[in-house]
């Protein structure tokens, strides 16, 4: 096969990828996950620290996939400069999936280290390697669910995507979820999953972002040759997976696909807890 043309799926693990200390990722927070009110607000932004609103992440098209499978766009209610805001009409029980869509960001130039590693904006005065560009695409995802919390995997097959195997609404401490990391459908393999929880920089003083080469947590997940991880949450509250895929077009060109999936982990088991 033409090298120019073939195919490298990774997820910062044999391709890694740093960007400046001010990356940023994307990130959905529902106010509540288990809808009981019709004040269901969701926030679409950026942050380096979840899941504070750095400034606000914009996309073409915002969906919300219906338990039956079918599709509606949403329409942004608000945006300021930190935050774009939904209020998704929740009418029927079961689980919705609310997705970004892919929002295609900007061109960076990079360089290509002799080790494989991609490094590029303040990152390349201090690494040398073969010039390259980097296009740049985020997507973010949530659940949220009404009444029983029906859950079917529903991938849209386009895009990174981490998929829950089974109800992401059923998350507890000291529980399990298997999910599985797509592209455009396939599961790709050896995917590193940062895991990231809410304020846990001011435990854990966290220096580096997400992205960075050097920054290995201990939480970090590798999918395995179908693509699936388990996750075991540490902590309740909200918790924040993410995935860096990288795909080579040519010598020259690269495209970075990041995906996010918001989760809340309840600190005992099923959901009961919200029944107010």
Same mark, same amino acid.
């Given at each position: 096969m033409n090298t120019k043309l073939k195919i490298f799926f990774c997820a910062l693990t044999f391709s890694v990828i740093a960007?400046?200390?001010?990356?940023? #990722?994307?990130?959905?927070k529902p106010n509540q996950f288990l809808v009981l009110? @019709?004040?269901?607000v969701i926030e679409s932004s950026y942050t380096e620290f979840p899941f504070q609103a750095d400034f606000a992440m914009t996309s073409p098209h915002f969906w919300m996939i219906n338990p039956n499978g079918s599709k509606t766009e949403l329409t942004p209610v608000a945006k300021t400069k930190g935050a774009v805001y939904l209020e998704p009409d929740i009418v029927e029980n079961g689980t919705y999936r609310i997705n970004t869509g892919i929002r295609k960001g900007p061109r960076y130039r990079g360089v290509e280290t002799p080790e494989g590693k991609l490094y590029f904006s303040d990152d390349t005065?201090?690494?040398a390697g073969h010039k390259i560009e980097l296009n740049y695409y985020n997507s973010a995802d949530?659940? #949220?669910a009404k009444g029983n919390p029906d859950y079917s995997p529903k991938p849209? @097959?386009?895009?990174?995507?981490?998929?829950?195997?089974?109800?992401?609404?059923s998350l507890s401490l000291g529980g399990t979820l298997s999910f599985r990391v797509l592209n455009n459908g396939m599961?790709?393999?050896?995917?590193?999953i940062v895991v990231a929880y809410n304020n846990e920089h001011y435990l854990k003083h966290r220096h580096g972002d997400l992205y960075d080469v050097e920054n290995e947590r201990e939480s970090n997940i590798h999918s395995d040759s179908d693509g699936t991880?388990?996750?075991t949450p540490k902590q309740a509250g909200l918790v924040l997976l993410f995935v860096t895929v990288h795909k080579k077009l040519n010598d020259f060109l690269w495209e970075s696909y990041n995906s996010s999936l918001t989760l809340e982990v309840h600190p005992t088991f099923g959901p009961a807890m919200h029944q107010h």
């Amino acid at each position: 096969m033409n090298t120019k043309l073939k195919i490298f799926f990774c997820a910062l693990t044999f391709s890694v990828i740093a960007i400046s200390a001010r990356a940023h #990722v994307p990130f959905l927070k529902p106010n509540q996950f288990l809808v009981l009110h @019709n004040r269901l607000v969701i926030e679409s932004s950026y942050t380096e620290f979840p899941f504070q609103a750095d400034f606000a992440m914009t996309s073409p098209h915002f969906w919300m996939i219906n338990p039956n499978g079918s599709k509606t766009e949403l329409t942004p209610v608000a945006k300021t400069k930190g935050a774009v805001y939904l209020e998704p009409d929740i009418v029927e029980n079961g689980t919705y999936r609310i997705n970004t869509g892919i929002r295609k960001g900007p061109r960076y130039r990079g360089v290509e280290t002799p080790e494989g590693k991609l490094y590029f904006s303040d990152d390349t005065l201090r690494f040398a390697g073969h010039k390259i560009e980097l296009n740049y695409y985020n997507s973010a995802d949530t659940y #949220v669910a009404k009444g029983n919390p029906d859950y079917s995997p529903k991938p849209l @097959n386009t895009g990174v995507e981490i998929i829950p195997l089974s109800s992401p609404h059923s998350l507890s401490l000291g529980g399990t979820l298997s999910f599985r990391v797509l592209n455009n459908g396939m599961p790709v393999k050896n995917a590193r999953i940062v895991v990231a929880y809410n304020n846990e920089h001011y435990l854990k003083h966290r220096h580096g972002d997400l992205y960075d080469v050097e920054n290995e947590r201990e939480s970090n997940i590798h999918s395995d040759s179908d693509g699936t991880f388990t996750f075991t949450p540490k902590q309740a509250g909200l918790v924040l997976l993410f995935v860096t895929v990288h795909k080579k077009l040519n010598d020259f060109l690269w495209e970075s696909y990041n995906s996010s999936l918001t989760l809340e982990v309840h600190p005992t088991f099923g959901p009961a807890m919200h029944q107010h």
